[in-house]
T-cell receptor
Framework: AQTVTQSQPEMSVQEAETVTLSCTYD???????LFWYKQPPSRQMILVIR??????QNATENRFSVNFQKAAKSFSLKISDSQLGDAAMYFC?????????????FGKGTKLTVNP | NAGVMQNPRHLVRRRGQEARLRCSPM?????VYWYRQLPEEGLKFMVY????????ESGMPKERFSAEFPKEGPSILRIQQVVRGDSAAYFC????????????FGEGSWLTVV
């Protein structure tokens, strides 16, 4: 079964510093997609970044980048120049496609606090 | 291009009543998903629908829960005879359906059962 593990329930970072959130996953597939979603206090789920497994290049979106290690099944999120608005729950997700169905499997999340 | 629209945002029901949650997907999206988030937990898949078809309902509780996505109108998640344990945030998401496309989420509907 596919699982997603986020080993850090909580993390904190100083404003303007860099923080890395960890995520590992388990799959037997060779082609898949990975996502990081942000859930601020408003509780809306906001897509931060996505990575296609067939791409060796790590995805980057402005201050957000990933370190995708396919062999290690690791997909960490790096936030550079952290801002107060980055404070939120961050969820790593793996997209399953099988038997005509598709769904996201989420980790339990990491609560990020940004200190001024 | 409006995002995924969910209503109501907040719903309070007494035990035993019915809850109906609605979801209009993004324009051009024909695939709808429902997820549930219990307090302090991540999102759990419930059901995946295309127009007039349930593709995967492996995450739906066997009783009291149902979902539909009619040819016309929004997708509906229906919970009959609600119990306190149904209190949660219910998120709808949509995608164009082509493999690999991003799934976009609505703002969620918060159900409180009193």
């Amino acid at each position: 079964a596919q699982t997603v593990t986020q080993s850090q329930p909580e993390m904190s970072v100083q404003e303007a510093e860099t923080v890395t959130l960890s995520c590992t996953y388990d799959t037997s597939e060779s082609d898949y997609y990975l996502f990081w979603y942000k859930q601020p206090p408003s509780r809306q789920m906001i897509l931060v970044i996505r990575q296609e497994a067939y791409k060796q290049q790590n995805a980057t979106e402005n201050r957000f980048s990933v370190n995708f290690q396919k062999a290690a099944k690791s997909f960490s999120l790096k936030i550079s120049d952290s801002q107060l608005g980055d404070a939120a729950m961050y969820f790593c997700a793996y997209r399953i496609t099988q038997g005509g169905s598709e769904k996201l499997v989420f980790g339990k999340g990491t609560k990020l606090t940004v200190n001024p | 291009n409006a995002g995924v629209m969910q209503n109501p945002r907040h719903l309070v029901r007494r035990r035993g009543q019915e809850a109906r949650l609605r979801c209009s997907p993004m324009k051009g999206h024909s695939h709808v998903y429902w997820y549930r988030q219990l307090p302090e937990e991540g999102l759990k898949f419930m059901v995946y629908l295309q127009k007039e078809n349930i593709i995967d309902e492996s995450g739906m509780p066997k009783e009291r829960f149902s979902a539909e996505f009619p040819k016309e109108g929004p997708s509906i998640l229906r919970i009959q005879q609600v119990v306190r344990g149904d209190s949660a945030a219910y998120f709808c998401a949509s995608s164009p359906g082509r493999s690999g496309n991003t799934i976009y989420f609505g703002e969620g509907s918060w159900l409180t059962v009193v």
